[in-house]
């Protein structure tokens, strides 16, 4: 697993426009997500002019191939890639077997706490979950679902809160990180911020980023 320093952990996704990545990179943030999915209004078709050196690079995929994901992993010099599909515990087993140096985020659409269970087909397999809204764009939604749910969890993985987090939400997600952070408890290790965030689709307001983390790690 690449090690992160901060806690909690902090990933900006939906990013594409090289002067707003290089100020984002400035910011306290770990990972920075950049969606490979064609049907995403974020997609990355053309690799940018500046790419982060701060925070490790997360490339988000939905059902792609592993060549796919190796030629993206290769290009953009990924850490994490982020399996936001229907993707098979086999695939990400022989994906792992294929690029050790890279660590493995399984998203999981959540609407219900019956959805939880579907992690315990990747429990092992993966360095993360992240728990996003279930939806029919397969994430960045802006919706939101009732955190009580993950109470349903009972893993050995950390995971990633997503899901419509905002400007808002800051002290709710400051409390909700408070009581979880704990191994002893669901082992919430960190969010997912996107199109709250955003100004257009790929461009994220910095004060916005900026306020809303420091208030959060304070």
Not at 1 to 25: F, Q, T
Not at 181 to 186: A, D, G, N, Q
Not at 195 to 202: I, K, L, M, N, T
């Amino acid at each position: 697993m690449v090690k992160l320093s901060n806690s909690p952990i902090v990933k900006v996704c939906g990013m594409r426009d090289a002067e707003n990545i290089l100020a984002i990179d400035g910011l306290s943030v770990d990972l920075m997500g950049f969606i490979f999915w064609p049907k995403s209004s974020r997609y990355v078709s053309e690799r940018p002019s500046y790419l982060p050196t701060h925070c490790k690079r997360v490339g988000v995929f939905v059902d792609a191939t592993i060549d796919e994901i190796r030629q993206k992993a290769e290009e953009y010099r990924l850490d994490f890639v982020q399996l936001h599909g229907h993707e098979t515990p086999e695939l990400i087993s022989h994906l792992s077997l294929l690029t050790p140096h890279l660590s493995i985020i399984k998203a999981i659409s959540v609407s219900n706490s019956d959805d939880i269970a579907t992690y315990k087909d990747y429990e092992g397999l993966v360095d993360y979950f992240l728990f996003d809204t279930k939806c029919t764009c397969m994430g960045g939604s802006g919706q939101q679902f009732d955190w009580s749910v993950l109470n349903a969890y009972d893993g050995n993985t950390p995971f990633l809160l997503s899901g419509g987090i905002g400007p808002n939400d800051a002290e709710r997600v400051k409390d909700y990180l408070t009581s979880h952070l704990s191994p002893l408890t669901s082992h919430c290790v960190g969010i997912d911020l996107n199109s709250r965030f955003e100004q257009a689709p790929a461009l994220k307001d910095i004060n916005k980023l900026k306020e809303f983390i420091n208030t959060i790690r304070l």
